[in-house]
């Protein structure tokens, strides 16, 4: 597969060629027949600096397993990820070390990601500790400044507090200035709002995208929440078991969505509008899963606009159908 | 329209190690029968207290302090157990938050239904009661072969579906669901939601709807409240409140939310964090996070009162939309002293 060059220009912090992750699954337990599960297959998609790339689809359709293959959280079946030009599977050692400190996690749940037992400071000073940047005093610079940064003022009011004393949005501030501390190039964040209250959720999504501009980061942003995708990131890319079928600019995605998933996936967001009635979404079906898929497109058995050549096709590959804007399907 | 349902000044507060927490204080609002109520508020601010209370399923730790629940004009604190398990599930049903948990692993999903039925009426023999179950299985959408399947054998989206089934076992004239989408994917939710509206209004039945999520409550309500630390602070058709807010509160959560729709927006950040209601802000609850707040706010709990006809409010500075004029306009002009006099303020 011949990689989207529209791009070509700019400068490419991500470049994830290929990529995927087969779990074995026991189809039966006495049987001991195994099984493969694509949680992500043949993922291609580039990030370039200072932009924000969404992750969107349903649970299961792996953008979380997309997210930490990308971080070294999980090793691929197949594939490259390369950032900032160094494939990340050649990483060892030292560079490991390195590579952390350019890369960073933000986790969906701020109750589940923070030591207990660990104060702010702590937390937010261990990954200096681990990768022995500066002296005490400069740690103590940098934790108060990132605390600052993430709106936990002043940052001695929470310097020597413990997780458990803080509210959900101030932890998932904390898990923030935590990742960002080392100043990281490149974040993936994991559904960092979706854990949290209304009102705690646009202070978290407003400081991500300060945080952006002051700090110039660039993330894979990783949610299922399609209006979340649309404002925070600059361009969309839309999973479907293991695959993604569309990508492109935010507005593009929401507004023009080409690919059949995509628009029954559009169609499905409530919209704070009583006097708005939305159509009925276009799609059959349950979602299913990757396990041995056809070689066929993913969509098949749901998709509303199929035809019987689909059945006999190989599985699309992405396309590109005008200003970068990508789609997965034959029917174009 | 008949009352089913009225709620009058219901106080109720949970007694723990640290104090009394007031989770419910002072609410009234009237449910007509076949009318869907949307019942939106953050973590923590009261509403599934308040399904508890309508159910009587508080915990051993919870205190009505003071007002009444009438349903059907009968006092349903005046009641006995025995009399109450009666009018459970017959009359008021519920579907829980994480349905998925809701339904017991080790009984087959339609014996679960059967056995629902037959407790609550003993008359109905278990035939009956069975082909009941494939009706109702037919009603919720899912296929009848798959009742005498286990729990783990559905996915999520027909969980969630059996558990509407057996809320609407007993042809209940009320339910209350607390949340029961908020674990799904947006096309399972979307479904979900159709159906628990298809089914409302073909048996006439009311319902609370309790959610977090302002969009999801557009969608299925008739009349919309809006909860904040245990108390309602607007109440009115959902069209309405929608489209002119009057509590800030309202608003601010209406605009907190990005949306498919339209031109990309700047999002309202509501400042601090919902108080602690072991001893909650004096005055008006919001006041410490209101942008419209004056010295009154702080001082006096704004009375709950009727504004327009079903338009009820509480609070002391409410937001005048003129037309052609935006909130933001008016609050960044205003600086806290515009009282609508509209409202007889």
Redesign the interface.
């Known amino acids: 597969m011949t990689l989207p060059t529209a791009t070509e220009s700019k400068d490419v912090i991500l470049e994830v060629c290929n990529l995927s992750k087969y779990y074995p699954v026991n189809q039966s337990f006495f049987s001991g027949k195994k099984a493969l599960l694509h949680a992500v297959d043949n993922v291609s998609f580039q990030v370039n600096r200072g932009e924000v790339l969404g992750l969107v689809g349903?649970?299961g359709c792996g953008k979380t397993t997309t997210g930490r293959l990308i971080v070294r959280l999980a090793t691929p079946t197949s594939g490259r990820i390369l950032i900032e030009n160094t494939d990340v599977a050649d990483i060892k050692g030292q560079g490991m070390m390195e590579f952390r400190q350019k890369v960073q996690m933000i986790f969906q749940d701020p109750y589940e990601s923070l030591d207990p037992r660990m104060t702010i400071f702590d937390i937010v000073a261990e990954p200096l500790n681990v990768n022995g940047i500066g002296t005490f005093e400069e740690r103590e610079a940098q934790v108060e400044e990132m605390l600052n940064l993430v709106g936990l003022a002043p940052p001695s009011a929470f310097l020597f507090r413990f997780p458990h004393e803080l509210?959900g949005?101030?932890r998932q501030r904390v898990a923030i200035a935590r990742a960002l501390v080392v100043r990281p190039s490149f974040v993936v964040a994991d559904e960092p709002t979706s854990m949290l209250?209304?009102?705690?959720?646009?202070?978290i999504?407003?400081l991500m995208a300060q945080l952006r501009e002051d700090l110039g980061i660039s993330y894979l942003y990783i949610t299922?929440d399609?209006?979340?995708a649309?404002?925070l990131c600059d361009r969309i890319a839309v999973m479907y078991l293991g695959q993604i079928v569309e990508l492109g600019d935010s507005?593009d995605i929401?507004k023009k969505p080409v690919h059949p998933y995509t628009k029954?996936?559009?169609?499905?967001?409530?919209?704070?509008?009583?006097?708005?009635e939305?159509p009925?979404?276009n799609?059959k079906g349950?979602?299913s899963k990757p396990i041995d898929p056809k070689p066929r497109c993913r969509f098949y058995d749901r998709c509303p606009e199929s035809e019987s050549s689909c059945a006999e096709a190989k599985n699309p590959e992405l396309r590109d159908i005008g200003g970068g804007h990508l789609v997965a399907c034959h029917l174009l | 329209m008949d009352t089913l349902l009225r709620l009058e000044d219901l106080t109720m507060h949970y007694k723990t190690k640290a104090g009394w927490v007031q989770a419910i204080d002072g609410v009234s609002f009237s449910l007509d029968k076949g009318q869907s109520l949307g019942l939106v508020g953050?973590?923590g601010c009261g509403k599934t207290s308040i399904a508890m209370s309508i159910m009587r399923l508080l915990p051993y730790n919870a205190q009505l302090v003071k007002g009444r629940i009438l349903f059907g004009g009968r006092n349903l604190y005046a009641l006995s157990d025995e009399e109450v398990r009666q009018l459970r599930w017959k009359e008021v049903a519920m579907i829980f938050q994480a349905a998925m948990n809701s339904l017991n692993p080790v009984y087959s999903v339609g014996n679960q239904i059967i056995e629902a039925i037959v407790t609550h009426e003993p008359e109905t023999g278990e035939d009956e009661a069975r082909e009941r179950v494939e009706s109702l299985f037919e009603l919720v959408g899912i296929p009848k072969e798959r009742m005498d399947h286990y729990p783990h054998e559905y996915?999520g989206?027909?969980k969630q579906r059996a558990v509407i089934a057996m809320a609407l076992a007993c042809n209940p004239s009320l339910i209350i669901a607390d949340e029961p989408t908020t674990a799904l994917?947006?096309?399972?939710?979307?479904k979900i939601?159709?159906e628990i509206e298809d089914i409302r209004r073909k048996i006439n039945m009311s319902m609370i709807y309790i959610s977090?999520?302002?969009?999801?409550i557009?969608?299925v309500?008739d009349v919309v409240g809006v909860m904040y630390a245990g108390k309602l602070l607007e109440l009115g058709p959902?069209?309405d409140v929608?489209?002119r807010p009057k509590n800030p509160y309202t608003y601010?959560?209406?605009h907190?939310?990005?949306?498919?729709?339209g031109e990309?927006h700047d999002?309202?950040?509501?400042p601090g964090?919902?108080p602690n209601l072991l001893d909650p802000p004096t005055g008006c609850r919001f006041h410490p996070?209101c942008d419209w707040a004056t010295k009154e706010c702080g001082e006096t709990a704004p009375l709950w009162r009727e504004i327009t006809e079903g338009h009820y409010l509480a609070c002391h500075n409410p937001i005048r939309t003129k037309q052609g004029k935006s909130c933001k306009q008016q609050k960044t002009a205003k600086g806290g002293d515009v009282i609508d006099t509209s409202d007889g303020n």
Do not use: C, N, W
């Open positions: 349903e649970s509210s949005g101030q209250d209304v009102s705690i959720r646009t202070g999504m407003k299922h399609l209006a979340v649309r404002y507005e929401v029954a996936l559009i169609s499905a967001v409530p919209v704070p509008d009583p006097a708005i939305r009925i979404p799609i349950g979602v | 953050e973590s996915s989206g027909m994917d947006v096309i399972v939710q979307d939601l159709r977090h999520d302002v969009s999801v557009a969608e309500s959902a069209d929608f489209k601010s959560l209406m907190a939310y990005p949306s498919i729709l990309k999002l309202v950040t509501i964090e919902p996070r």
